[in-house]
T-cell receptor, first 112, second 113 residues
């Protein structure tokens, strides 16, 4: 079965703190995406990770991919309120060329 | 132009109505997608068009009928919907298939009464 799981599902963190969101997937993939979604809004692409060991950073967010462990992480450094949103990982599983399978989502709330 | 547009933004319809959702992109993308998203859930793939041909139908009920009139346009025709069909409907496009990044439109918030 093609499954993508994220944890935690909900994360409340203080401004200035660091934390990591985890994305596990069930079988081999060709690429992995991270998206951000604000309430009632569409999805904004953050990162695309193509190969084992890939690491990408943008501002306070850093994403990495370990294809052997079937695990991606999204690390938040020194969180700020503007990062409050829901974050989804999404996987293109090998052999399902046109299909993007989304993770369960992590709702991040950054408090003062 | 890296934008996917969707109309209308909001739609309220009765269970006997017929309506259509529209999606447009001018990025030269040859794959277009419809997703359904319920509150606090991830998007669920409904349909994929590749080079204007339907390539994936995720067992969607026939009350949803997609159409791709040309490479820039994607429609979703709605008929005899149920209240449980109320959701955010997202359109996306990519260069060709999910090996390429998908760009999402702003969505249509649909309420079925």
């Amino acid at each position: 079965e093609l499954k993508v799981e994220q944890n935690p599902l909900f994360l409340s963190m203080q401004e200035g703190k660091n934390y990591t969101i985890y994305c596990n997937y069930s079988t081999t993939s060709d690429r992995l995406y991270w998206y951000r979604q604000d309430p009632g809004k569409s999805l904004e692409s953050l990162f695309v990770l193509l190969s084992n060991g890939a690491v990408k950073q943008e501002g306070r967010l850093m994403a990495s991919l370990d294809t052997k462990a079937r695990l991606s992480t999204l690390h938040i450094t020194a969180a700020v309120h503007d990062l409050s949103a829901t974050y989804f990982c999404a996987v293109v599983f090998t052999g399902t060329a046109s299909k993007l399978t989304f993770g369960t989502g992590t709702r991040l709330q950054v408090t003062l | 132009d890296t934008e996917v547009t969707q109309t209308p933004k909001h739609l309220v319809m009765g269970m006997t109505n017929k309506k259509s959702l529209k999606c447009e992109q001018h990025m030269g993308h040859r794959a277009m997608y419809w997703y359904k998203q319920k509150a606090k859930k991830p998007p669920e793939l409904m349909f994929v068009y590749s080079y204007e041909k339907l390539s994936i139908n995720e067992s969607v009920p026939s009350r949803f009928s997609p159409e791709c009139p040309n490479s820039s346009l994607l429609n979703l025709h709605l008929h005899a919907l149920q209240p449980e069909d109320s959701a955010l409907y997202l359109c996306a496009s990519s260069l060709a298939g999910s090996f390429y990044e998908q760009y999402f439109g702003p969505g249509t918030r649909l309420t079925v009464t």
